[in-house]
């Protein structure tokens, strides 16, 4: 069984371009999501998605970032209109589960390094 | 809100020492705790958990017991490699929001 898979691992962009991050959950796995961990800090929560739906998206910036998980495909992280304070490693992390399990075990990808120039 | 507190890092000890990293926690509800590892360019492992009071996680010689009358769940090693040189980040869920919550993360460097 396959871990989460990030892609691509690193991702370089110039200021303006926009940034799109894939991430397939772990097989059976319907809730996803986004973490993002700044140089010299702790991962910060951004956004859990179900599948067509997102669910909470209170840790991500109101401007340019958005969220996706179709009903088909990986869930896709984008980022319109990069700055330089983009750069950051984002984490995609899986569980079974949402509310109500018995624990929220999440499993998490290798992440994608974005480098904005 | 909630959240995790860790003691600062860097933390370098020589290897066989005895590793503790402490952490604290604040919740409304009853979270679940774990400890995650991120060695050099990784992304995150768990490392062990805990889903209530009293319970004791355990895994690679690593042990946490969650402890609700101090709201802590220190990370203790016997006896270190240097293969455990990473980061490691305390940090819970709570099941009512379904957000891991992370703490600042403690470096650990482990020296011949």
């Known amino acids: 069984n396959a871990g989460v898979m990030q892609n691509p691992r690193h991702l370089v962009r110039r200021r303006g371009q926009e940034a799109r991050l894939r991430c397939s959950p772990m097989?059976?796995?319907?809730?996803v999501y986004w973490y993002r961990q700044l140089p010299e800090e702790g991962l910060k929560f951004m956004v859990y998605l179900q599948k067509e739906n997102i669910i909470d998206e209170s840790g991500m910036p109101k401007e340019r970032f958005s969220a996706e998980f179709p009903k088909e495909g990986p869930s896709i992280l984008r980022i319109q209109q990069v700055v330089r304070g983009d750069s950051a490693a984002y984490f995609c992390a899986s569980s079974l589960e949402g509310t109500g399990a018995t624990y929220n075990e999440q499993f998490f990808g290798p992440g994608t390094r974005l480098t904005v120039l | 809100g909630d959240s995790v507190t860790q003691m600062e890092g860097p933390v370098t000890l020589s290897e066989e020492a005895f590793l503790t990293i402490n952490c604290t926690y604040t919740?409304?509800?009853?979270?679940?705790l774990f400890w995650y590892v991120q060695y050099p360019g990784e992304g995150l492992q768990l490392l062990l958990k805990a889903t209530k009071a009293d319970d004791k996680g355990s895994n690679k010689g690593f042990e946490a017991t969650y402890r609700k009358e101090t709201t802590s769940f220190h990370l203790e090693k016997g006896s270190v490699q240097v293969s455990d040189s990473a980061v490691y980040f305390c940090?819970?869920?709570?099941?009512?929001?379904?957000?891991?919550?992370f703490g600042p993360g403690t470096s650990l460097s482990v020296i011949p």
């Open positions: 940090a819970l869920s709570d099941r009512m929001n379904d957000k891991v919550i």
């Open positions: 097989k059976g796995h319907s809730h």
């Open positions: 919740a409304t509800g009853y979270p679940s």
